[in-house]
T-cell receptor, first 115, second 115 residues
Framework: GAGVSQTPSNKVTEKGKYVELRCDPI?????LYWYRQSLGQGPEFLIY????????DSGLPNDRFFAVRPEGSVSTLKIQRTERGDSAVYLC?????????????FGPGTRLTVT | AQTVTQSQPEMSVQEAETVTLSCTYD???????LFWYKQPPSRQMILVIR??????QNATENRFSVNFQKAAKSFSLKISDSQLGDTAMYFC????????????FGKGTRLSVIA
């Protein structure tokens, strides 16, 4: 079956621009997570959705970052006024439910480069 | 807060040999889960194996097994009969047992399997 997909695969943008990164979770998965992976680091949590609502957004670094999941399926991570420090791979994961007994399935990520 | 430490940035192993990747963690929680994820160059994180802290028996998945030492807060991964396809980044991760909590990852170990 189809896995988690993310688009675009790569995105290059100029400092100060606005970007949107999209995540299509596995059908039927109610939980969706966004992580950011900087070069040479492990993924770091950004935000988690259960259904349509953001259950935990404590990992968002500042108010330039925002994410939505309006219909409980596709999610979009939005970054305003991008900075060079935002350059990273943004990973999305989905699971049937929340909690450690549900495996998180990851997408291939979007590599964001801010020039 | 939980932290996960992987002290080996890079490792290599001959094909068909056995290799052990180290991971230590710090937490005040008593119930939690530990995971090993594999990230090949395609960037897609794949769950290798997981361990529930309240289970004393070490988890095993085919050629992959763990050595879980709860008192020492250590969770190493052993790969037996290493194959070229095992070449990847390996991340150790932690998740609390209760509540909607995200995965906390270590910085990873780059494993190269040499023919």
């Amino acid at each position: 079956g189809a896995g988690v997909s993310q688009t675009p695969s790569n995105k290059v943008t100029e400092k100060g621009k606005y970007v949107e990164l999209r995540c299509d979770p596995i059908s039927g998965h109610t939980a969706l997570y966004w992580y950011r992976q900087s070069l040479g680091q492990g993924p770091e949590f950004l935000i988690y959705f259960q259904g349509t609502g953001a259950a935990d957004d404590s990992g968002l670094p500042n108010d330039r970052f925002f994410a939505v999941r309006p219909e409980g399926s596709v999610s979009t991570l939005k970054i305003q006024r991008t900075e060079r420090g935002d350059s990273a791979v943004y990973l999305c994961a989905s699971s049937l439910g929340s909690g450690p007994s549900y495996e998180q399935y990851f997408g291939p990520g979007t590599r964001l480069t801010v020039t | 807060a939980q932290t996960v430490t992987q002290s080996q940035p890079e490792m290599s192993v001959q094909e068909a040999e056995t290799v052990t990747l180290s991971c230590t963690y710090d937490t005040s929680e008593n119930n939690y889960y530990l995971f090993w994820y594999k990230q090949p160059p395609s960037r897609q994180m794949i769950l290798v194996i997981r361990q529930e802290a309240y289970k004393q028996q070490n988890a095993t998945e085919n050629r992959f097994s763990v050595n879980f030492q709860k008192a020492a807060k250590s969770f190493s991964l052993k790969i037996s009969d290493s194959q070229l396809g095992d070449t990847a980044m390996y991340f150790c991760a932690f998740m609390k047992h209760s509540g909607n909590t995200p995965l906390v990852f270590g910085k990873g170990t780059r494993l190269s399997v040499i023919a």
